[in-house]
């Protein structure tokens, strides 16, 4: 049916992303499983609705020696992580005809400029990316599980691919890398995407550039 043909395109697509983890095709900040071993497991947030924006004010995490002296949203917009941020837009879309799941997941992926981690879009945040992003054709509410768990267990894998870059080709710089930020460029194509698109690839469903802090 449609709903299984558009989750079958959303992962074929979202498998044609780069490896270096800093151009990312993912969908919605922001942001497919490569190799290096079983991801870390996310930590579910039990009540999301009842908690700032990961995306402003993460959860609690891990300690770091080095702190970046700034946070970034999701939009690449400096703020600042004590303040309680307005709550990210968790409304059903216009026309939704089933009720989606507010929770959301905590990433194990360290957030640069605090203390915590990222947190990923619930269900419905997702559903309504899709749709401002004019990338829902296709998509149901029921695939919205199936979706979001692939996004996460892609933005999962990809942070232990980043890690075993950094600790291969910068193991004496940093021994706790951050995700402090990352830009969403869906128009835009990475070298690597140009050159396939070139040769007759597919364009990926979407880019996420990540910037990776070494301890400043």
Known sequence: DSGFTALSRFWQRSLQHGRMGVSQSVPEGASCPLGHGKAPAATPVANAAATP????????????????????????????????????????????????????????????????????????MFYNALKRKN????????????????????????????????????????????????????DQLSPKAYLRKLFGGPEPFDRHDWIVDRCG
């Open 53 to 124: 924006s990961a995306s402003e004010c993460p959860v609690a995490g891990g300690q770091s020696k080095y702190k970046s002296p700034v946070a970034y949203n999701v939009y690449g917009e400096v703020i600042d992580p004590t303040n309680m941020m307005p709550p990210p837009n968790q409304n059903p879309w216009p026309g939704q005809t089933k009720p989606l799941p507010t929770e959301r997941v905590a990433a194990t992926i360290r957030k640069g400029g605090t203390e915590g981690t990222w947190q990923y879009p619930s269900e419905q």
């Open 135 to 186: 990338k829902g054709d296709g998509i149901r509410e029921e695939d919205m599980s199936i979706v979001v768990a692939i996004h996460n267990g892609m933005n999962e894998k990809t942070w232990q691919e980043v890690l075993e870059w950094e600790r291969k080709f910068h193991p004496t710089e940093c021994d706790d890398p951050t995700l402090p930020r990352f830009t969403g460029r869906p």
